[in-house]
């Protein structure tokens, strides 16, 4: 018998928005056919690795458009179980330190938050592993979604980035967790800083990632 609260707020797939009967976050149809990222690692420039729940299309790309500009906060949860799972999958030997790719602080304070940080610590409670803040972001540089072309997104984002200093990253292997990865030019320029101040590996895992990468 469905309680007071779920007959007031139906639960509905985090893809498609259906009403869902026993699933958890995703209806059948999505969990079967939704844009799977398959199960690989993927390379990029400066990171050693990266992986995704999806590929940046269709009902996902509504969905994560919804959680970053719509206040979509409540996807979180969702979406970072969901990440984890791949992530135990894919890096089972783990991770010294986890972080994120942070956003400005005056979009952060125009938005409410910052998407990959909420993202952060729901990956974080379901692997054990609390996320900590090894990057600032120093400069608001144009929306990486509003450039044409990869050259166009590296440069954009070349020295946005610096370290806090709240946590040595000298020989650590580090988890960098974002929402979204597309032509990788953000997640590599921090991994490009992490590996500068000496980290020894920076793996990438993202909600959903876009088709062209390499993969190994």
């Not at 791949?86 to 400005?104: C, K, N, Q, S």
């Not at 984002?157 to 597309?182: H, P, Q």
Request: net charge positive; glycine share 8%.
């Amino acid at each position: 018998m469905k309680s007071l609260w779920d007959l007031l707020f139906p639960r509905k797939c985090i893809l498609c928005g259906c009403l869902l009967d026993d699933e958890d976050v995703l209806c059948q149809h999505c969990r079967k056919d939704g844009p799977n990222y398959p199960t690989r690692k993927t390379k990029c420039q400066f990171l050693d690795s990266y992986t995704a729940v999806w590929y940046y299309k269709e009902n996902v790309r509504r969905s994560l458009l919804r959680y970053k500009f719509y206040h979509g906060t409540n996807l979180a949860p969702a979406y970072g179980r969901l990440l984890a799972a791949r992530i135990r999958v894919m890096y089972p030997e783990g991770f010294d330190l986890m972080t994120w790719v942070p956003t400005a602080s005056l979009r952060k304070f125009r938005r409410g938050y910052d998407q990959a940080e909420l993202l952060a610590k729901a990956v974080g409670r379901e692997l054990g592993l609390s996320p900590v803040k090894l990057l600032k972001k120093i400069r608001n540089n144009r929306a990486q979604s509003g450039l044409k072309n990869a050259a166009q997104r590296r440069a954009n984002v070349v020295g946005v980035y610096r370290l806090t200093g709240k946590a040595s990253v000298e020989g650590k292997r580090i988890l960098l967790l974002d929402d979204i990865l597309t032509t990788g030019a953000t997640a590599g320029e921090c991994a490009r800083m992490l590996r500068t101040a000496g980290a020894k590996e920076v793996h990438c895992a993202v909600v959903a990632a876009g088709e062209k990468q390499s993969e190994f």
